[in-house]
């Protein structure tokens, strides 16, 4: 009997596995399926100044405090506050890279003087392929480059992320400058940047 037992379970064992195989190897209808999986990544260009609370400069040069001395464009006529965030998703062939431009778009700087501002390199407190300053430009209403070779990356926010902007007003060199500055020409500039493709 005992004999009986070991031959069947033997069987019903082999008969199992047999099964089990033919599960695994037959890739009929009703036993396998597959589908597919879209992947992606949507595009971002995304600009912003911070603090936003600060984005309102005063600068102008300091009076003299003795007679026969000029105005000073020192410590007052400068400003580093500001830091330019951003955050870029490109697409390698139809948009390989970015920059960033900036214009005076209302206003104009009074005459015998001379509104700059630079950008700073990169703080690194993000990751990807941040842009590269280009110097310090003298801001007018022509859009300029001031950071260019911007990939996908992004470069952390808020203040003291991105890149640090430094305003400047300084004295036009030209001669006859100092002869045109005016205290009535008390004037609001509006600076923008923008985020665009190459």
């Known amino acids: ?3 009986k037992a070991i031959i069947l379970m033997t069987a019903v064992s082999l008969l199992a596995g047999s099964s089990t195989w033919a599960q695994l190897g037959d890739y009929d209808d009703e036993n396998y399926f597959s589908h597919t999986i879209n992947i992606g990544v949507e595009e971002v260009a995304l600009l912003d100044i911070e603090p936003e609370l600060s984005a309102t400069l005063t600068l102008g040069p300091e009076a003299p405090e003795e007679a026969g001395l000029p105005v000073v464009f020192n410590s ?106 005016d205290f009535d020409a008390q004037v609001a500039v509006e600076i923008t ?3 665009t493709d190459n």
Do not use: F
Not at 89 to 109: D, F, H, L, N, Q
Not at 156 to 179: C, F, I, M, R, V
């Open 76 to 181: 007052t006529a400068t400003d580093n506050s500001l830091w330019l965030n951003y955050s870029s998703i490109i697409g390698s062939t139809t948009e390989p890279t970015r920059k960033v431009t900036v214009a005076i778009t209302t206003g104009t700087v009074p005459d015998g003087m001379l509104l700059k501002v630079a950008a700073a390199a990169d703080a690194g407190q993000g990751d990807g392929t941040v842009g590269t300053p280009q110097g310090t430009l003298t801001l007018s209403s022509t859009a300029q480059d001031l950071v260019t070779g911007i990939g996908s990356c992004y470069t952390g926010s808020p203040q003291n992320n991105g890149h640090n902007l430094t305003y400047t007003l300084e004295l036009n060199s030209a001669l006859g400058s100092y002869a045109e500055l």
């Open 1 to 3: 009997m005992k004999r």
């Open 193 to 195: 940047y923008t985020l």
